[in-house]
């Protein structure tokens, strides 16, 4: 394979659940391009499924930080200055240094994935220094990027607005899934998946668990909150009625997501990444046919108003929520009606048709 057919990617993860790199690794493949990620090793990761791309994951000293990002950016940067390469793609911006000074040296085109706006998540609340540092590092590497692409209309307006650089949308769809359960068919069980991290609404959801009989939630994925969210549950003497599954491969969260007769995404506007964001979940309860509950933020909600795949919360309280949840699980009706707008809005909403605004950026 040439030079020029081949293209490094990174990420700040440890690819086990990054599905949506995932996907663009896999399109890459099929556009003829040798493809190789690179990513991270914790000692409980999983192990991953095969792949027809080469994965590589670095152990790394630190993994907090500024001794983390540290690590991670000079791994990053000694394999791409030592592997030949025309293409590179950085995903978000803790990837983007390594990527940048790589491309620069070698003479390599530089594309850029933005998940979300990452200067603006909340972690980076009430930290100036650290803020300013990474909105350093996006005036000095953006103006470098030979393309780049987000998740949604609202970031990308953000950043062309910012920066006057042109970003395409190539949002976080799944692959169509032929294989739905049957709505009637499925049991009295919540999904809550992804991250669990500040301001997603998982305090306020786990809460409103108090007040609905008969359902379990399920939370599936892990994060900077995991242990404070189980001791939540113990406190409140949920364990029953919640359970943690921790992280899960692409299957096992796919089978899981369609069983469930509901699911969550509940990031709060509390940040201008939450408040522009479109989340891949919204999408992956949709394929499975699994009706949506979300917050009043204005991507979520003009995706499950256009196709009627499910409801907007926009209450403050776990009483609140637990009366909205209530409300949709006793009107059974609706809940058949949105499963089906799932299943017709998933044949749009995949990436069979997603993947062709991708193919278009690496033109």
Not at 9 to 29: E, F, G, K, P, W
Not at 31 to 60: A, D, M, P, Q, T
Not at 138 to 147: L, S, T
Not at 213 to 225: T, V
């Amino acid at each position: 394979m040439s030079r020029q057919k081949k293209i490094i990617v990174s990420v700040s993860n440890d690819i086990t659940a990054d599905q949506r790199v995932h996907r663009v690794c896999n399109t890459l493949l099929e556009e003829g391009f040798e493809v190789i990620l690179l990513g991270r090793k914790f000692k409980n990761s999983l192990k991953l499924n095969n792949r027809n791309y080469k994965c590589i994951r670095f152990r790394l000293l630190f993994n907090k930080g500024f001794l983390f990002y540290f690590c991670l950016n000079f791994r990053i940067f000694i394999y791409l200055l030592f592997n030949k390469s025309g293409f590179l793609l950085a995903n978000d911006l803790d990837t983007l240094p390594a990527n940048y000074l790589a491309a620069k040296i070698k003479g390599c085109k530089l594309f850029y994935d933005s998940h979300e706006l990452f200067t603006e998540v909340p972690e980076l609340e009430n930290r100036k220094f650290v803020k300013k540092f990474w909105l350093g590092i996006e005036k000095i590497c953006f103006p470098k990027i030979h393309k780049a692409y987000t998740v949604s209309e609202s970031i990308a307006g953000y950043y062309q607005k910012k920066y006057n650089i042109n970003f395409s949308v190539v949002r976080n769809l799944p692959y169509y899934r032929k294989d739905k359960t049957e709505y009637l068919q499925r049991d009295n069980i919540l999904i809550y998946q992804g991250a669990l991290n500040k301001d997603r609404g998982l305090e306020l959801l786990i809460e409103a668990m108090q007040y609905i009989d008969k359902h379990k939630l399920i939370i599936a994925g892990d994060g900077n909150l995991s242990n404070e969210l189980k001791i939540l549950c113990k406190k409140l003497n949920l364990n029953s009625k919640i359970e943690f599954t921790g992280k899960l491969a692409f299957e096992d969260l796919n089978e899981l997501t369609s069983k469930a007769l509901l699911g969550f995404s509940l990031e709060q506007n509390t940040n201008l990444n939450y408040y522009y964001s479109l989340p891949n979940k919204i999408f992956d309860y949709i394929n499975s046919g699994t009706p949506v509950l979300c917050p009043d933020l204005p991507e979520m909600k003009k995706i499950i108003e256009n196709y009627n795949t499910g409801t907007i919360f926009s209450g403050t309280t776990a009483k609140e929520l637990s009366e909205k949840i209530s409300e949709v699980l006793n009107d059974n009706n609706k809940l058949i009606e949105w499963h089906n707008n799932c299943i017709n809005a998933s044949k749009e909403l995949c990436w069979e048709n997603e993947k062709e605004k991708l193919k278009s950026v690496f033109l």
